[in-house]
């Protein structure tokens, strides 16, 4: 799998096309899916499908014959617009996708896929094959999370605007006493080797966790005291592992809510990954709704009012908002040059705008009041 990664705005199509072809399955099998890589001959691929009509005729069922036959025309039809296959690829899906038995309602999708196709695939089914649009909207950067203290270590992962908890763990070794004489040297041996053991553990669960995954583009460490520095001068990380540490950061806890506090810490690390882009378009909305109040508008009916007088600077929208109306914004937006950006609904911040704005805010040019 490549390890390009595609756009927010990319990912959300993708994202919307994939649910949208899940949602069919044929009455038999006549969905018919081909995927051509980047430099198919397109002759050879119109000539296949012509043989497949030859095949098809064979099909029992006149019904099932007639409508696989007359989606291989469709797509042949439609091959004839291109001059050759697009640089990334191309992926047609069609066939009859109606719901009701012996109902025709042949449809056909073809999209140049946002990363180059490495698949090459002709299948009729009783389903559109998906797996290798799916694969491309795991592509996406990783970054790798420890917060760690001399008591416990978690770790998580970053992955575009999620932040996920993968393991916590705990080290088992006691406080330091303060009674003098051999038994407490022989105490602070233990306490020491148990030290040393715990570090140990946190390496093998980093290697474990992290080593082989696909996409990572770093590690980010934090937690309170010295315990962080004196794991990795002492715990045995990898030195693959090692070298993908990016920062280090002081922090108030080394638990999960310190896995957040390690992504917000590391801000300037992260400037151009899209966590962070998002938080500063949201505090930058908060920030005018409490000193500018008139230079933003949210909610459907004020924000349809702003884009239609051309007033929108940038459009803010929920990234669960119904398919169909994110669509139409989209071409308000195109249509007055404006910029939309796509809010999470899997941050705190994310929530927080969903839950003021019902999933739809804008950031104005001038004021419409």
């Known amino acids: 799998m490549s390890t ?16 949208e072809l899940s949602s069919y399955k044929g009455v038999h099998t006549e969905l018919i899916t081909i995927y051509a890589p980047a430099g198919s001959d397109l002759n050879k691929l119109s000539s296949q499908l012509v043989e497949e009509q030859s095949t098809a005729q064979n099909i029992k069922s006149k019904t099932t014959r007639k409508n696989v036959i007359d989606a291989l025309e469709k797509i042949v039809r439609h091959l004839k617009h291109y001059k050759k296959i697009p640089k990334n690829g191309l992926a047609i899906f069609c066939g009859n996708v109606s719901k009701s038995e012996g109902k025709t309602d042949i449809r056909l999708w073809a999209i140049e896929p946002p990363l180059p196709l490495k698949t090459k695939l002709y299948r009729c089914d009783q389903v559109f094959v998906l797996e290798p649009l799916k694969e491309m909207l795991e592509a996406r950067d990783r970054y790798g999370l420890i917060v760690l203290d001399g008591k416990e270590a978690t770790f998580g992962l970053l992955e575009g605007k999620n932040i996920k908890k993968l393991r916590h763990i705990t080290s088992g070794v006691p406080g330091k006493i303060r009674a003098g004489g051999q038994s407490a040297l022989r105490f602070e041996r233990i ?28 590690l980010l460490v934090g937690g309170p005291g010295p315990a962080k520095n004196d794991w990795l001068k002492e715990g045995s990380l990898v030195t693959a592992l090692k070298n ?33 882009k998002e938080k500063e378009t949201i505090e930058k909305f908060f920030k005018a709704l409490a000193r500018q109040p008139e230079k933003v508008a949210y909610g459907k009916e004020n ?49 927080q705008f969903k839950n003021l704005t019902k999933g739809i805010a804008s950031i104005l040019r001038f004021p419409i009041h």
Do not use: C, W
């Open 4 to 19: 390009q990664l595609i756009s927010e705005e990319e990912r959300a199509k993708l994202e919307a096309l994939v649910e």
């Open 191 to 218: 306490r020491e080797s148990m030290r040393k053991e715990f570090f140990r553990r946190v390496s093998e669960h980093a290697k474990e966790l992290f080593f082989d995954m696909p996409n990572l583009k770093g």
């Open 244 to 276: 993908k540490i990016i920062t280090i950061k002081d922090l108030g806890y080394a638990d999960e809510h310190g896995l957040e506090l390690l992504v917000e810490a590391s801000k300037k690390e992260l400037a151009r990954e899209p966590i962070t």
């Open 303 to 351: 924000v349809e009012k702003a884009l239609s007088l051309g007033a929108v600077e940038e459009l803010l929208v929920s990234s669960d908002i119904d398919k169909k109306l994110l669509a139409e914004l989209k071409k308000k937006v195109n249509a007055i040059g404006a910029k939309l950006t796509l809010i999470s609904v899997e941050t705190e911040e994310g929530i």
